[in-house]
Each structure stands twice: as structure tokens, then as C-alpha cells.
């Protein structure tokens, strides 16, 4: 059976009324966003409370990477290990 991957948790995603800069009239994203990443690219954005949705999203990328790089440099211990005995065992 395989694994499904951790769950970071819900989250929550809006489309955001933002000032478009060249004609200086509001508008809607046309896609949606975290609050993080609105505040990041639209520092005066307004969310648009209808368009709430909440995603489970997986664990972050690097989060995965590290636990399966420290999983990988404990494999590569145990074989240097063999290695040396079997190395030791020969004359």
C-alpha cells in the first residue's frame, strides 16, 4: 500500500481585489492566493471573502528532501561501515 505524503494542513486561498497600476482601477486576480503570497506581491490587496477556499496541502518540498537526505547520509554510514570490516577481514 503506498504512502500518501504529510499533510501541512489547511489553507486557505483567495482570489484579492488589487489596484491595477496602469489604469488605477480595482480589479479581481484572476487567481487565487494565500494570504503570504498576496501580502508578498500586493502589499495593499483585500481578499475577496466569497472566493475562500480551503486546501490540504502536502509537506513543503524541502522538508521532504531533508528527511530523505538524512535517511540517505545514514544508509551511506552503514555501507562505509561494511566496507571497512569486509576491508579489515582481507589480508
Request: net charge positive.
Amino acid at each position: 500500500m503506498a504512502r500518501l505524503p504529510r499533510m501541512a494542513g489547511p489553507t486557505e486561498f483567495f482570489r484579492w481585489y488589487i489596484t491595477d497600476e496602469r489604469t488605477g482601477k480595482r480589479r479581481l486576480t484572476r487567481y487565487a492566493m494565500t494570504r503570504e503570497q498576496a501580502a508578498e506581491r500586493f502589499p495593499d490587496s483585500e481578499p475577496d471573502l466569497r472566493t475562500r477556499e480551503v486546501r490540504d496541502l502536502p509537506e513543503p518540498r524541502a522538508v521532504r528532501w531533508a528527511r530523505w537526505s538524512a535517511i540517505w547520509a545514514g544508509v551511506a554510514v552503514v555501507v562505509a561501515i561494511g566496507a571497512a570490516i569486509i576491508a579489515a577481514g582481507q589480508p
